[in-house]
C-alpha cells in the first residue's frame, strides 16, 4: 500500500513544525527569555502560532492516512492536502504578524473546512466500505 500523498503532507509539516520550533528559540534567545513568554508580545505569538499546528496537523494527517489506506490516492486528497498546508502556513504566519489579520482569518477557516471536509470524505467512505 502507498501513501505517498499522506507522507509528502507528513514530510511538508514537519518541515514546518521545525521552523515553528526554532523561530521560537531565536526569540528566546534574543529576547532573554528561557520559559514561558516572559510578557512578549511576540514570542507569544511565536509559541501558539506552534502550538495551534501542533493542534491541528496530527488529526489531519491520521484522517488523511487512513482516508488514502480506504481510498487512495486521489486528486481530491492531493487538493485537500494541498489546501490544508496552504491554511497551516497562513494561519502561522497570521498568528505571527499580531491582531487579528486576513491571513490568520483565512488560514482558519481553510484549516476547519480541509478537516470537515476530509473528515466527512473519510466517514462516507468508510460507511460504505461496510
Given at each position: 500500500m502507498s501513501i505517498a500523498v499522506t507522507a509528502a503532507t507528513t514530510a511538508v509539516c514537519a518541515l514546518l513544525l521545525?521552523?515553528?520550533a526554532a523561530r521560537i528559540s531565536l526569540l528566546r534567545i534574543?529576547?532573554?527569555v528561557m520559559l514561558g513568554d516572559g510578557g512578549q508580545p511576540q514570542l507569544l505569538?511565536?509559541?501558539?502560532a506552534h502550538g495551534n499546528t501542533i493542534e491541528h496537523v496530527p488529526i489531519y494527517l491520521l484522517t488523511s492516512l487512513c482516508y488514502e489506506a480506504y481510498a487512495g490516492a486521489n486528486p481530491l486528497l492531493v487538493a485537500?492536502?494541498?489546501l490544508?498546508?496552504?491554511a497551516r502556513l497562513l494561519?502561522?504566519?497570521g498568528l505571527s504578524r499580531g491582531s487579528i489579520n486576513l491571513p490568520r482569518r483565512?488560514?482558519?477557516t481553510l484549516t476547519l473546512g480541509?478537516?470537515?471536509g476530509l473528515g466527512g470524505l473519510l466517514l462516507w467512505t468508510v460507511a460504505r466500505a461496510l
Open positions: 521545525a521552523g515553528l534574543r529576547l532573554k505569538r511565536a509559541i501558539r485537500l492536502d494541498a490544508f498546508v496552504v494561519l502561522a504566519w483565512l488560514g482558519a480541509c478537516e470537515l
